[in-house]
């Protein structure tokens, strides 16, 4: 009787694209020499550009040593901030702020409208791929609340209809209208309020 031949796949551990690489000395280069753990964030955010959107342990593990830390120290930033994605995340990956001024101009209703239109919860990915959805603390529009983020774009100003639109044109591929939804510049104030 052969021996079944065993095909053991290799598991190829995070490191940076030879582009991201440089992105990555470049960044550590410009903190003195024994302040290189400073380049942290913007290596997090780099590492995860690179994955996805999101950041795998093996990621953290690699910026711990290109970094000279202990890996709870990566771990703790990693955990800390909502930026950073410790878990796969959809294609359009919404953030809804749920902090006071985005909670009074209906921030709830916005989160309720996404799970109901997307059938998932906060923290959820949707079964394509395609959306999650989580709540964050502030995300600094408070001026234009209630606001959410989609990946890297904000949209304020919103209203239950103007983030159904939002969804629906993603789900079509259409290009979204990224900022104020109601035409309103930077912060503005809102006519008629």
């Known amino acids: ?43 997090l955010w780099l590492a995860q550009k690179q994955n996805d959107n999101w950041l795998p342990q093996d990621a953290l593990d690699y910026l711990a040593d290109m970094l000279e830390l202990p890996p709870i120290k990566v771990y703790e930033v990693a955990t800390f901030y909502t930026m950073y994605n410790l878990q796969p995340v959809g294609k359009s990956h919404i953030q809804v702020c749920r902090t006071t001024p985005c909670w009074l101009r209906g921030s709830d209703d916005i989160t309720n409208l996404c799970k109901k239109k997307l059938g998932i919860g906060v923290g959820e990915t949707t079964k394509d791929g395609n959306f999650s959805l989580i709540e964050v603390e502030c995300l600094g529009a408070c001026v234009n609340a209630p606001m959410i983020q989609i990946n890297d774009d904000y949209f304020e ?3 239950s209809e103007a983030m159904e639109k939002i969804i629906d044109d993603l789900v079509e591929g259409n290009k979204v209208k990224i900022g104020s939804q109601t035409g309103r510049q930077c912060s503005a104030p809102a006519e008629g309020e």
């Open 1 to 43: 009787m052969a021996k079944k031949k065993e095909i053991i796949e290799e598991k190829v551990a995070f490191q940076f694209s030879k582009e991201n690489l440089k992105k990555a000395k470049e960044y550590i280069a410009k903190y003195p020499k024994g302040k290189q753990r400073s380049a942290l964030m913007p290596l």
């Open 157 to 159: 100003d919103l209203s």
